[in-house]
């Protein structure tokens, strides 16, 4: 691990901040630290002034590489399962008697990580949602870190990440490969399709298309108010008329956009793009 200045923490919080919506301020300095040692180490950069150069510059795409060892990737199967029972129970269940759904259901995982999120809600449609074959689903899963998606598409998993899963359910969806770790089926692995995107950045938002459903699930908790209301905006536009938002738990639209209604389902609070209803 390198000591860096307090001065070339902020330098790099800012870069950050600027290509990504998250903060790292120096009280985080333990943990910027020991990725900058690792980016200077893998850049052979005897100095944080001649990385940084290299940063500015993006020498070896090293944006991308600096971005990836930023984020906090941190997610398992069937996190907060309260909001799949609401969308099975009450977001599609409404998308479909609106008859805004037209034959055709499109959800997104943003961010998706390593992918248990978005795989999590096809192996929960499959198995509780009875309409399932009736309608043309289309998941996707997309993150800013190209690295775990990476990961995602391969889908081989450890015992952490599949502990809230049942027994049977793993059983259903995944093959042992060693004596701890299991890969998704080629049939799962499949039915999710996996993008990068930057959820500050419009345009690369707009291009995935309108959904009936958006997890934005644990990132916004890394971003500041003015970083949040873009991320914010771009959501909302990303979503057809009614269409419906569900964040983490710790995380609130109320304070942070008033473009949304907030609907209290009883399996929790999700939020709405104004629009038809029936
Ligand atoms: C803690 S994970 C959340 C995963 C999953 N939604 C969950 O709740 O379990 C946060 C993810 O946000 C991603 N992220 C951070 N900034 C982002 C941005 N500007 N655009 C898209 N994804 C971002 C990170 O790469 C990381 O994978």
Redo the contacts with the bound molecule.
């Keep these: 691990v390198i000591e860096i200045t307090d001065e070339e923490i902020r330098r790099l919080g800012e870069f950050l901040y600027r290509r990504?919506?998250?903060v790292y301020s120096i009280s985080k300095r333990y943990y910027i630290e020991r990725r900058i040692a690792d980016r200077l180490a893998a850049t052979a950069s005897p100095s944080f002034e001649t990385y940084f150069a290299k940063l500015r510059a993006d020498v070896g795409g090293e944006i991308e590489k600096f971005v990836n060892a930023f984020?906090?990737?941190?997610?398992?199967f069937n996190?907060e399962d309260h909001q799949l029972r609401c969308l099975t129970k009450d977001l599609l269940r409404e998308r479909v008697a609106t008859g805004q759904a037209a034959g055709q259901l499109r959800l997104w995982?943003?961010?998706?990580?390593t992918g248990?999120?978005p795989y999590s809600i096809a192996m929960w449609l499959l198995d509780k949602w009875p309409l399932v074959d009736t309608y043309n689903i289309e998941i996707c899963g997309?993150?800013?870190?190209t690295d775990?998606l990476v990961a995602a598409q391969l889908g081989i998993y450890g015992k952490r990440a599949l502990m809230r899963l049942p027994e049977q359910v793993i059983d259903r969806y995944f093959h042992k490969v060693t004596q701890d770790s299991w890969q998704l089926i080629d049939e799962l692995r499949g039915s999710v399709r996996f993008s990068a995107?930057?959820?500050?950045e419009p345009t690369q938002m707009k291009n995935h298309g309108l959904f009936d459903v958006i997890?934005c699930?644990?990132?916004l908790i890394?971003f500041d108010d003015a970083s949040r209301r873009i991320?914010a905006e771009n959501l909302y536009d990303s979503l057809l008329p009614g269409g419906y938002i569900c964040l983490?738990h710790t995380e609130s639209m109320s304070r942070i956009s008033p473009l949304f209604e907030v609907c209290r389902f009883e399996d929790g609070i999700v939020y709405r793009k104004p629009g038809a209803r029936p």
């Design positions: 990504t919506g998250m984020t906090v990737n941190e997610t398992y996190r995982s943003v961010p998706c990580a248990e999120e997309s993150d800013i870190d775990v995107v930057n959820l500050v997890f699930r644990n990132v890394y991320a983490g």
